[in-house]
């Protein structure tokens, strides 16, 4: 995260004369999660960061005061956790950090909270709408948990190259053109021997896996890598930053309309 956006660089002098109703609280998430043998551990950590961070950018031209949260590098990882260096968290303890940090957020009287979690798992989305639902319902704060992720996979279809991008789901095209562009060092030159992997993972699950490896991806990646480009990547989180950019312009205009 950008020093400009970071919550870490100010004093609390300087988070005290925040005016708190145009403020917005980013709360990147993303797991330290096995992301096939081409790409490190933290794919999502550094993908919910650099999304939000465009995103960050965007919404300051639109007048709001942008503070991101560190990113949380924890939670519900089942999906992977058969994959060394997974780090997963149970559904309970996720509800009460989630709680717990947004509870002390909103006590130094922020209270425009956007969730961007760049894990999709099913158990993890869901005690993410768990918290949007309970804080919004109490009325303690606006908490919007961005599907700028999901609406961004149809998109991309119209940007990846491999044969069916709408299962390109787990360090294929798009997470491997992420890292190609902001972090090529970082990718293992493997990435363009690797074979296209595509696995429907809803029939999957249906049929009884209950993870990446009983599917079949077996070496944790879905999709295809092989034709990622810093390019696609670029694009691609441009894209899904703008998607973030608009949710976050329309929750605080239905806020203000209230
Ligand atoms: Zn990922």
């Known amino acids: 995260m950008s020093v400009k956006f970071s919550l870490e660089n100010y004093t609390f002098e300087e988070v005290k004369k925040l005016d ?40 300051e031209e639109y007048g709001y005061s942008i503070v991101s949260l560190p990113v949380l590098p924890y939670c519900i990882a089942d999906a992977a956790h058969s994959f060394e260096g997974t780090i997963s968290i ?46 919004n319902l109490s009325k303690e704060a606006n908490v919007l948990v961005s599907k700028a992720i999901e609406k961004s996979i149809s998109c991309n279809k119209n940007i990846l190259d491999g044969e069916f991008p ?17 972090f090529p060092n970082r990718v293992k030159g493997n990435y363009s021997e ?30 295809d890598p092989a034709k990622a480009s810093a390019e696609k990547g670029r694009i691609l989180y441009e894209k899904q930053a703008k ?5 976050v312009y329309y929750f605080m205009k239905s806020d203000e309309a209230i």
């Open 20 to 59: 708190k109703n145009k403020t917005i609280i980013m709360f990147p998430i993303g797991p330290l999660e096995a992301h096939g043998p081409h790409l490190p551990l933290d794919v999502d950590i550094r993908g919910a960061e650099i999304t939000v961070e465009l995103a960050s950018k965007q919404l």
């Open 90 to 135: 149970s559904e309970n303890t996720m509800l009460n950090l989630l709680r717990d940090i947004i509870t002390s957020v909103v006590s130094h009287g922020f209270n425009n909270i956007v969730i961007f979690c760049h894990h999709l798992e099913p158990k993890n989305t869901d005690v993410l709408n768990i918290i949007e639902k309970e804080f």
């Open 166 to 182: 709408l299962l390109d789901m787990h360090a294929g095209e798009v997470e491997t053109s992420l890292f190609l562009w902001k």
């Open 194 to 223: 690797l074979t296209p992997k595509w696995i429907n993972l809803i029939k999957q699950f249906a049929n009884g896996a209950n993870d990446f490896e009983t599917a079949g991806a077996n070496n944790c990646y879905l999709g």
């Open 243 to 247: 998607i973030l950019t608009e949710e």
